[in-house]
T-cell receptor, first 111, second 116 residues
Framework: EAQVTQNPRYLITVTGKKLTVTCSQN?????MSWYRQDPGLGLRQIYY???????DKGDVPEGYKVSRKEKRNFPLILESPSPNQTSLYFC??????????FGEGSRLTVL | DAKTTQPTSMDCAEGRAANLPCNHS???????VYWYRQIHSQGPQYIIH???NNETNEMASLIITEDRKSSTLILPHATLRDTAVYYC?????????????????FGQGTILTVHP
């Protein structure tokens, strides 16, 4: 089954404790991206990757890092999480500029 | 990628057609119009897309104006399960000669409420 898998789905952590949210897709898509969703603000793009080793900033990249060492994986790294990064996060992938496939979301709470 | 403008919310009676508008006045020639919907806090789900011709699939129809500056998503017989947030985005596609399909702006979308 074609899918985008995010882990963890739910996480409560404390300020400053590094964490990684993983994203994996099984559709051989070149394009992958991360979004955060906050009440009243819709989906905002954090980072995207057009292909392996190619990443670029979206609209809200501050406080986040990404890497794309393999085509199927695109982890989101929070080096020093802060409470304002409490949010619902989505990963998505697509074949070039085609239909986006989204993961089920990761709800992160930073205390 | 060009940005889009959508109404914040809309209502629709069950069984009636829901017509959701989207303005994309700065769309460029190689950009497609894509529609997604998000039910509760689930991952957004693809509905339909088009370049300049009207499109129809099992979920919806997409009407794009001749100048391509706006479009309408039509759910022909809305059900309670169609209550969701609907997002319209524009995105270039390599198949149409586009290369700038990386950065995307979703906006806040339209909250569609279907009532009995």
């Amino acid at each position: 089954e074609a899918q985008v898998t995010q882990n963890p789905r739910y996480l409560i952590t404390v300020t400053g404790k590094k964490l990684t949210v993983t994203c994996s897709q099984n559709m051989n898509h070149e394009y992958m991206s991360w979004y955060r969703q906050d009440p009243g603000l819709g989906l905002r793009q954090i980072y995207y990757s057009m292909n392996v080793e190619v990443t670029d900033k979206g609209d809200v990249p501050e406080g986040y890092k990404v890497s794309r060492k393999e085509k199927r994986n695109f982890p989101l790294i929070l080096e020093s999480p802060s409470p304002n990064q409490t949010s619902l996060y989505f990963c998505a992938s697509s074949l070039f500029g085609g239909e986006l496939f989204f993961g089920e979301g990761s709800r992160l709470t930073v205390l | 990628d060009a940005k889009t403008t959508q109404p914040t919310s809309m209502d629709c009676a069950e069984g009636r057609a829901a017509n959701l508008p989207c303005n994309h006045s700065t769309i460029s020639g190689n950009e497609y119009v894509y529609w997604y919907r998000q039910i509760h806090s689930q991952g957004p789900q693809y509905i339909i897309h088009g370049l300049k011709n009207n499109e129809t699939n099992e979920m919806a129809s997409l009407i794009i104006t001749e100048d391509r500056k706006s479009s309408t998503l039509i759910l022909p017989h809305a059900t309670l399960r169609d209550t969701a947030v609907y997002y319209c985005i524009v995105r270039s596609n390599r198949g149409a000669g586009g290369t700038s399909y990386g950065k995307l702006t979703f906006g806040q979308g339209t909250i569609l409420t279907v009532h009995p």
